[in-house]
């Protein structure tokens, strides 16, 4: 990726959280859609706009069909997706999180175009977001497949993070 869109380390090491994370003791609205595509950008400040309506702080999406991987910002929300390497506008997850939040966040890890990881400090310690995209129409072996990256990508969460799936 390249021109406006500023792409994550692969390994995982984008450091921003800021000193102290966000309180945990303030309400948080989060949500989860299936949105089945949001491959382009004019669609983003749309959905920016319903989530400041909805008061959504972090969201996260699957079926987002945004090919390889990097993020965006629009309207006051930034989008950190994980999609197909190879190009395709198929399946995709992406974390999306307020202006509030985006400085908390510690690290992005693009695992493929079914999972992303997103680790936030916040008041206590720090949180590991887990998005992802379940195969469900698939051979069994591909659904192994899946949750054996699955369990991979868990395994890389440190143990005293909370972690969300």
């Known amino acids: 990726m390249s021109g406006k869109y500023a792409v994550p380390d692969l390994g995982g090491h984008a450091t921003r959280a800021s000193k102290h994370g966000f309180n945990l003791s303030k309400a948080l609205q989060v949500g989860a859609w299936n ?61 999306v999180f307020s202006a509030h939040f985006v400085s908390c966040v510690d690290r992005i890890t ?16 720090f949180i590991s977001l887990i998005a992802m995209y379940s195969p469900t129409e698939m051979s069994d072996l591909e659904k192994e497949l899946f949750y054996a990256k699955l369990d991979s990508v868990v395994e890389q969460c440190p143990s005293q993070d909370t972690l969300v799936v």
């Open 35 to 95: 949105v089945q595509s949001l491959s382009k950008d004019d669609l983003m400040p749309l959905l920016s706009r319903e989530l400041g309506l909805l008061g959504v702080g972090i969201a996260a999406f699957s079926e987002v069909g945004r090919p390889g991987h990097g993020e965006i910002s629009s309207n006051g929300y930034t989008y950190y997706w994980s999609g197909c390497d190879y190009g395709a506008h198929l399946r995709g997850v992406t974390m």
């Open 110 to 125: 693009p695992a493929d175009e079914r999972i992303v990881l997103v680790r936030l400090k916040h008041s206590l310690g």
